[in-house]
């Protein structure tokens, strides 16, 4: 049995407040501390009803299910990608973004309802925003011991850094921009 990720992603709001002078609509501005405390995090997945949510209620599912899981990163199992983004399975020994960090406290409502739902059957639930992956140096190399042969992280985590990292910066800011995922 192997290990799987499940990846979501959030974009960060900043509430805008807009004032009528002279006959015309103008932003109010605010300063960066402002917006930092009313900003919120939204789920940027598509999402469907959950049938199972109305039709078996005792079980208690959530009532979103994700539309299309693999929208932002649809790449295969990757012990290596796990390594770098929270030292997960990180057999190689390689360097890493950050541990598992937990899920952050301002998640998104319908990621944390999805989340909850079967939180303990899955581990190292973490974050990231994307700062912090355009950081990362995906340049390394490191020794395989599987294939006695020299490897470089850009080649074993290719569909990350050229599909998913694209997509990830479409959205915005990279400081606005975080990844949610868990391992199970």
């Not at 649809?74 to 960090?101: A, C, E, M, V």
């Not at 470089?152 to 990350?160: E, I, L, S």
Request: hydrophobic share 35%.
């Amino acid at each position: 049995m192997g290990t799987d990720i499940w990846f979501y992603v959030e974009k960060r709001h900043y509430p805008r407040e807009f004032q009528w002078t002279d006959g015309r609509l103008i932003e109010i501005p605010k300063s960066e501390e402002e917006l930092n405390n009313k900003a919120c995090w939204i789920s940027a997945d598509r999402w469907n009803v959950n049938p199972n949510h109305y039709l078996y209620p005792e079980e208690k599912t959530s009532q979103l299910i994700p539309s299309d899981p693999g929208e932002f990163y649809s790449g295969s199992r990757n012990y290596d990608l796990f390594g770098i983004l929270s030292n997960t399975r990180n057999d190689h020994d390689l360097k890493f973004i950050s541990s598992p960090r937990g899920l952050p406290s301002d998640l998104s409502p319908e990621l944390h309802e999805f989340a909850m739902e079967n939180k303990d059957d899955f581990y190292d639930h973490s974050w990231l925003l994307l700062e912090e992956i355009l950081q990362f140096n995906w340049d390394e190399r490191f020794y395989c011991d599987s294939y006695m042969e020299y490897r470089n992280v850009k080649q074993t985590c290719y569909d990350f850094i050229f599909e998913t990292i694209p997509k990830l910066s479409a959205l915005g800011d990279a400081k606005d921009v975080r990844v949610i995922f868990w391992f199970g």
